[in-house]
């Protein structure tokens, strides 16, 4: 369903895998996934090569530093290189922490093929909730606010009511006797937009959206 000022509105039972088109995504995920277990993707043996490259130079830097600092005739005059050494640094945290910076992992392309990290969708919580790896994937993946898409999902009861930037979770379970969450869109009335109006062809509304719960009673079981 397309938004009033770009991007689409998606509804699942469970979870998508971000950077995969829709028509692409595994049914089987679509249904039941709740977390991504994410890892970086093993590298060729070029670009192997490069950062075993990047790595010894890193070390050198480093070894000529300490002895640099040591040396009573020291004037620190190459203290600029230091900055030229970020990028690597910032390689080798990811190697040993390859889950800890998600930003610097996920690369700005739509094609998940394409991505520094693999992403497997499972039902099970081991991994990082899906939810969370999608908001940070439009903003990281996707730079065009137009083309950003936005999920309302359920399927995740022990989560409860989940409000994201782009993902939104309403299994607030119902079944168990919790309650039964709407998302309810409405007409955003406090927004003036009569000069945007006319700038969009067919006109626009702001639209804007609330929570609505209702308490459940639990679920009857019956003898098979």
């Known amino acids: ?76 005059s190459d203290e600029g290189d230091e900055d030229d050494n970020n990028d690597d640094d910032e390689e080798l945290l990811d190697d040993v922490h390859p889950e800890a910076d998600l930003d610097s992992l996920l690369a700005p392309v739509h094609d998940n093929d394409n991505a520094a990290i693999s992403m497997t969708p499972l039902e099970s919580r081991e991994g990082k909730p899906w939810a969370r790896v999608w908001d940070k994937f439009q903003h990281r ?23 994201g930037e782009y993902s939104f979770g309403l299994d607030t379970g119902c079944v168990a006797g919790g309650k039964l969450t709407a998302m309810v869109f409405y007409e955003d009335e406090d927004e003036d937009l009569e000069g945007k109006r006319d700038a969009v062809r067919g006109g626009v509304v702001k639209v804007a959206h609330r929570f609505v719960s209702v308490p459940c009673r639990a679920g009857v079981k019956y003898d098979l």
């Open 1 to 76: 369903m397309p938004t009033p000022y770009g991007g689409e509105l998606v509804v699942v039972h469970g979870g998508l895998v971000p950077g995969v088109p829709l028509e692409e995504q595994d049914p089987w995920a679509v249904l039941h996934m709740r977390t991504l277990l994410i890892k970086k993707k093993k590298e060729g043996k070029k670009d192997k090569h490069k950062k075993d490259k990047k790595k010894n130079k890193n070390k050198k830097h480093h070894k000529l530093s300490i002895e640099k600092a040591a040396s009573p005739a020291s004037d620190h």
């Open 141 to 163: 993946a996707v730079p065009d606010p137009a083309r950003r898409t936005t999920v309302v999902f359920g399927h995740d009861a022990k989560a409860g009511l989940q409000v």
